[in-house]
């Protein structure tokens, strides 16, 4: 191509990032919804299930899904879960059976670039995990869990309404395991989950 065109086509495209540039903000009434695939690592000290150390699998994937509202430039609500993910369980080394978990989690973010043109939006957030188990070994009862949750994340913009998302975050999850009523252990979950996928702005 040459140089009297390539500086026309130069121009052109500036001023389509400019304008691009200016509309990326994330700003007060803005919605988005995200989903992408984490991968959930548990503690290494999970319990008893009786006089048995109790050990949940840890390193399992899932589809994750998630929408938020943003009160204020610079914070805003988010409302996120996952598939049922399934955990293998052992008690003392032996195999127990498996378990299914599926979070929930309601957190308030903080954007500190909120409102301002940048491409890059990191985030902060926390609040509240619900978590309900089934599919437990036959005889046992794990009893749904209440936890503090906080996440920190990050949108990279690749259109005004499309973005890349990764994330992390950490739950205090624990569950009383139950037999005929009786409580015969506590599993503890406390699931650090990484992952990484869309989100699309509105």
């Known amino acids: 191509m040459k140089t009297t065109r390539l500086i026309p086509v130069a121009v052109i495209a500036a001023s389509c990032a400019f304008v691009s540039q200016a509309a990326l903000a994330y700003s ?12 959930s690592d548990t503690r290494s000290d999970s319990g ?23 009160f204020h430039d610079q914070i805003g609500i988010e409302l ?15 195999d127990a059976g498996t378990i299914d978990r599926m979070p929930v989690n ?18 902060v957030g926390a609040g509240l995990n619900y978590t ?4 437990e070994p036959e005889g046992i009862d794990a ?5 503090a949750v906080g996440q920190v994340g990050i949108d990279l913009a690749v259109t005004d309404n499309f973005m890349l998302n990764g994330f992390a975050n950490y739950a205090d999850v624990d569950s009383r395991l139950s037999s ?15 992952g990484g996928g869309v989100t699309f702005r509105f």
């Open 28 to 39: 007060a009434g803005d919605t988005f919804v995200r989903g992408g695939f984490a991968k």
């Open 48 to 70: 008893n299930l009786g006089d048995a150390d109790l050990g949940i699998s840890s390193g399992e994937t899932g589809f994750t899904f998630g929408a938020g509202y943003l």
């Open 80 to 94: 996120n879960s996952s598939e049922k993910i399934e955990h293998s369980l052992s008690a003392d080394g032996a």
């Open 106 to 123: 309601l957190l308030v973010n903080y954007y500190p670039l909120g409102g301002l043109d940048s491409r890059v939006q990191p985030y």
């Open 132 to 135: 309900r188990f089934s599919g």
């Open 143 to 147: 009893r749904r869990s209440y936890g």
């Open 180 to 194: 005929e009523g009786e409580r015969i252990g506590t599993a503890k979950v406390d699931p650090m989950t990484i």
